[in-house]
């Protein structure tokens, strides 16, 4: 059984990131740590409606406020 | 084709959170914010080697630094 079927990433997943602040779109959010395969943080939105993954800087002000929002519960 | 097997849930998906902190064990973090179907922020972790899935409690100090620190990419 190779590491892949194990559902294990070997890399980063996260190709390129979003720039638009989109954060009323996203459904929830994934924050992978680094780690041995991919030694950026890496942020995965799921919009709403289509359910796309989206890739997010971490370093984007705009991510930031949107993870400091869901944290918070604050309604949109 | 009901909602459920549309992959959408229609209730809270947490019913008790993990007091430990057990930051150092997590491999990733789904955030999903307050929605129709759950007014609460829901914070669940998945676990490195076991894969199991535990929920957080997003008012827990230790919860806020973890997700704080893997915002930060800070190695562990």
Same mark, same amino acid.
């Given at each position: 059984?190779?590491?892949? #079927?194990? %559902?294990?990433?070997? $890399?980063?997943?996260?190709?390129?990131?979003? #720039?638009k602040?989109? %954060?009323? $779109?996203?459904?929830?959010? =994934?924050l992978?740590?680094?780690? #041995? $395969?991919?030694?950026?943080? =890496?942020?995965?939105?799921?919009?709403?409606?289509?359910g796309?993954?989206?890739?997010?800087?971490? =370093?984007?002000?705009?991510?930031?406020?949107?993870?400091?929002?869901?944290? #918070?519960?604050?309604?949109?």
């Open positions: 059984m190779s590491m892949r #079927s194990l %559902g294990i990433e070997l $890399h980063c997943r996260c190709i390129q990131t979003e #720039s602040p989109i %954060g009323r $779109h996203i459904e929830k959010v =994934e992978i740590p680094a780690n #041995s $395969h991919c030694e950026e943080t =890496e942020i995965i939105a799921t919009l709403k409606k289509t796309e993954e989206v890739c997010l800087d971490p =370093e984007a002000p705009w991510v930031k406020r949107v993870i400091q929002r869901i944290l #918070s519960n604050r309604r949109r």
